[in-house]
């Protein structure tokens, strides 16, 4: 190479090559870092904000909605266990200390803390999130482009000639789709070579040219360009709907879960009076039988229940311990949090009944369920695709319309000549001999239509049975409650007998047995009922449409509601 060529090239090259090596550089850190956390916010701004449009649009829907995790709730503010429950044996001690956790205080851990709960908003925030895209097809969609180049050139075989030039290229372009099915696009060109050496010219060029394709058969009109948006939008509707279903569904199987705990402490509790009765009845047939007084076989009929009822008791101790574990998990807790539920909890319920009729409670259901404005939604919009689908069988048949401006010719910067300005016009037309499988779609879409149609008739009979279903559990929990007080009444009776009978020494073990085992059933019994007629009415509210759901998962008690 020619040394003088060489350093007049020299602080060239070197000029370039720290520009392109810091262009470089400062893409890399702008692609991983504020590029990224950019995306990231723009994402859940935009999702944020569709999820708190169509919220209005939704009753009891979330006001303050995020996918944020950890939302943990402080325990440490809550009453501790200070005594020991003999009922649950040597495990009644490791409950000292524990946290007593409250019913409000468990729906807000669950509704911060529930991975189960935590999936659900994830889902709908999900379908907000793709909603962004369908939007995006209809705003002005920009692209930019940009190509540099280096070239030597040498002419001669000793390289006498020897030319460095640097040439770069670039276009911008905006693209945009109409609501009536047209695209309209635009992009502007330019390109440039600049020598370093040698003759010091630079050519330039540029170029503008915008080109609209409107459908004017397949494809065209408002109702098809927009179909995908449509559907888009009401598929973040129904998501919003589901997910208001799915917080009372939620609401109420925690509350179900907690009570459910709860009962099975209180099977502890009418276990251990069980077997502490029939301690005592042993002990004292074992002092009749060394007198002579009671039969040997009375005593071994005892002694056999009071085993029967250590077993009970163990097993019941088993199936509190494993209920209470599986309700952490419901929670989101982990399984070796040191906490208890709330037994008063258990003592504060009554029964509440409904004011109102059966026939008016499925009035107000099907005016208020939420699933069922869904499935008449999605009948609508089996009806609009038959339409869109019958216009695909149609030609493809596209007017396209073309413009281009050039620049002036010249070394300088590049310039547009609008008077060398070149128009073009024309259609494009492919004729419909293939469409079968546009048929197959457009015939599919009446078994889609006919079949919402039925899913709709479905969904009105589902939710009358689910009305009927939550009205016969409340009367058989109701009959089941006031059966089982009667029935503690007579027990007691009965048990008080024969506990002076024994004290006598006249009492039978068969009488005894049956007494003492007749109570804890009928107190089992008592407790089961009143918590079932509770979950039921909370599942009426729910099936009803009209159970409201607080930001910290609580429930809103309801006194009256009004046939519609």
Same mark, same amino acid.
């Given at each position: 190479?020619?040394?003088?060529?060489?350093?007049?090239?020299?602080?060239?090259?070197?000029?370039?090559?720290?520009?392109?090596?810091?262009?470089?550089?400062?893409?890399?850190?702008?692609?991983?870092?504020?590029?990224?956390?950019?995306?990231?916010?723009?994402?859940?701004?935009?999702?944020?904000?569709?999820?708190?449009?169509?919220?209005?649009?939704?009753?009891?829907?979330?006001?303050?909605?995020?996918?944020?995790?950890?939302?943990?709730?402080?325990?440490?503010?809550?009453?501790?266990?200070?005594?020991?429950?003999?009922?649950?044996?040597?495990?009644?001690?490791?409950?000292?200390?524990?946290?007593?956790?409250?019913?409000?205080?468990?729906?807000?851990?669950?509704?911060?803390?529930?991975?189960?709960?935590?999936?659900?908003?994830?889902?709908?925030?999900?379908?907000?999130?793709?909603?962004?895209?369908?939007?995006?097809?209809?705003?002005?969609?920009?692209?930019?482009?940009?190509?540099?180049?280096?070239?030597?050139?040498?002419?001669?075989?000793?390289?006498?000639?020897?030319?460095?030039?640097?040439?770069?290229?670039?276009?911008?372009?905006?693209?945009?789709?109409?609501?009536?099915?047209?695209?309209?696009?635009?992009?502007?060109?330019?390109?440039?070579?600049?020598?370093?050496?040698?003759?010091?010219?630079?050519?330039?060029?540029?170029?503008?040219?915008?080109?609209?394709?409107?459908?004017?058969?397949?494809?065209?009109?408002?109702?098809?360009?927009?179909?995908?948006?449509?559907?888009?939008?009401?598929?973040?509707?129904?998501?919003?709907?589901?997910?208001?279903?799915?917080?009372?569904?939620?609401?109420?199987?925690?509350?179900?879960?907690?009570?459910?705990?709860?009962?099975?402490?209180?099977?502890?509790?009418?276990?251990?009076?069980?077997?502490?009765?029939?301690?005592?009845?042993?002990?004292?047939?074992?002092?009749?039988?060394?007198?002579?007084?009671?039969?040997?076989?009375?005593?071994?009929?005892?002694?056999?229940?009071?085993?029967?009822?250590?077993?009970?008791?163990?097993?019941?101790?088993?199936?509190?311990?494993?209920?209470?574990?599986?309700?952490?998990?419901?929670?989101?807790?982990?399984?070796?949090?040191?906490?208890?539920?709330?037994?008063?909890?258990?003592?504060?319920?009554?029964?509440?009944?409904?004011? /109102? #009729?059966?026939?008016?409670?499925?009035?107000?259901? !099907?005016?208020?369920? =939420?699933?069922?404005? *869904? $499935?008449? @939604? %999605?009948?609508?919009?089996?009806?609009?695709?038959?339409?869109?689908?019958?216009?695909?069988?149609?030609?493809?048949?596209?007017?396209?319309?073309?413009?281009?401006?050039?620049?002036?010719?010249?070394?300088?910067?590049?310039?547009?000549?609008?008077?060398?300005?070149?128009?073009?016009?024309?259609?494009?037309?492919?004729?419909?001999?293939?469409?079968?499988?546009?048929?197959?779609?457009?015939?599919?879409?009446?078994?889609?239509?006919?079949?919402?149609?039925?899913?709709?008739?479905?969904?009105?009979?589902?939710?009358?049975?689910?009305?009927?279903?939550?009205?016969?559990?409340?009367?058989?929990?109701?009959?089941?409650?006031?059966?089982?007080?009667?029935?503690?009444? /007579? #027990?007691?009776?009965?048990?008080?007998?024969?506990? !002076?009978?024994?004290? =006598?020494?006249?009492? *039978? $073990?068969? @009488? %005894?047995?049956?007494?003492?085992?007749?109570?804890?059933?009928?107190?089992?019994?008592?407790?089961?009922?009143?918590?079932?007629?509770?979950?039921?009415?909370?599942?009426?509210?729910?099936?009803?449409?009209?159970?409201?759901?607080?930001?910290?998962?609580?429930?809103?008690?309801?006194?009256?509601?009004?046939?519609?």
């Amino acid at each position: 190479m020619d040394p003088l060529n060489q350093e007049v090239l020299a602080p060239h090259w070197t000029a370039w090559t720290k520009l392109i090596i810091g262009l470089g550089l400062l893409s890399c850190l702008l692609a991983t870092g504020c590029t990224a956390k950019h995306y990231r916010e723009s994402a859940d701004k935009q999702t944020y904000g569709i999820i708190a449009a169509k919220s209005r649009l939704v009753p009891d829907m979330e006001s303050h909605f995020t996918i944020q995790t950890n939302l943990l709730v402080p325990l440490t503010n809550l009453a501790v266990v200070t005594n020991i429950d003999e009922a649950l044996g040597k495990e009644g001690a490791e409950e000292l200390g524990a946290r007593i956790i409250p019913l409000a205080t468990a729906l807000e851990i669950a509704v911060k803390n529930s991975r189960t709960y935590q999936n659900r908003k994830e889902m709908l925030y999900l379908e907000a999130l793709s909603l962004t895209l369908a939007r995006h097809r209809f705003a002005p969609i920009f692209t930019g482009s940009a190509q540099a180049d280096y070239q030597r050139t040498v002419e001669g075989i000793d390289e006498l000639t020897t030319e460095h030039s640097i040439s770069g290229s670039g276009e911008t372009g905006v693209s945009i789709l109409t609501r009536s099915g047209a695209r309209i696009a635009a992009a502007i060109a330019a390109d440039f070579r600049r020598f370093l050496v040698g003759d010091p010219r630079m050519a330039t060029g540029s170029a503008l040219s915008a080109t609209l394709t409107q459908p004017l058969l397949r494809g065209a009109g408002y109702r098809v360009t927009m179909e995908s948006l449509t559907q888009a939008e009401r598929n973040v509707l129904y998501a919003l709907r589901d997910f208001v279903q799915f917080r009372r569904d939620f609401v109420v199987q925690i509350t179900s879960g907690y009570y459910g705990v709860l009962r099975n402490r209180d099977s502890v509790n009418n276990e251990w009076a069980r077997y502490l009765s029939f301690r005592k009845s042993t002990e004292l047939t074992r002092a009749f039988v060394r007198e002579g007084r009671t039969k040997q076989s009375e005593l071994g009929r005892l002694e056999q229940e009071q085993i029967s009822a250590d077993i009970g008791m163990n097993n019941a101790i088993r199936n509190y311990r494993q209920s209470i574990d599986q309700f952490k998990i419901l929670l989101g807790l982990p399984t070796d949090a040191h906490v208890v539920l709330d037994s008063r909890e258990l003592a504060n319920l009554k029964l509440v009944y409904p004011n /109102l #009729s059966l026939e008016d409670a499925v009035r107000v259901a !099907l005016a208020t369920r =939420l699933d069922l404005y *869904t $499935a008449r @939604d %999605q009948f609508e919009d089996a009806h609009r695709k038959i339409y869109v689908d019958a216009n695909s069988l149609k030609p493809d048949l596209d007017l396209i319309l073309q413009a281009n401006v050039a620049s002036k010719p010249g070394s300088g910067l590049p310039e547009l000549d609008f008077n060398r300005t070149s128009w073009s016009g024309g259609v494009d037309l492919n004729l419909p001999f293939d469409r079968l499988a546009e048929r197959n779609e457009y015939r599919a879409s009446f078994i889609t239509y006919e079949r919402a149609q039925r899913a709709l008739e479905l969904a009105v009979d589902n939710i009358k049975l689910d009305v009927y279903d939550d009205w016969r559990n409340l009367e058989q929990a109701k009959r089941n409650y006031e059966s089982s007080e009667l029935g503690i009444k /007579l #027990s007691q009776s009965r048990v008080a007998e024969q506990t !002076l009978l024994a004290e =006598l020494g006249r009492a *039978t $073990a068969k @009488d %005894q047995v049956d007494a003492q085992n007749d109570l804890t059933t009928s107190m089992n019994a008592r407790t089961s009922a009143i918590v079932n007629y509770t979950i039921a009415r909370l599942e009426l509210w729910r099936d009803l449409g009209v159970l409201t759901i607080r930001e910290n998962g609580q429930w809103e008690e309801i006194t009256n509601v009004t046939a519609q």
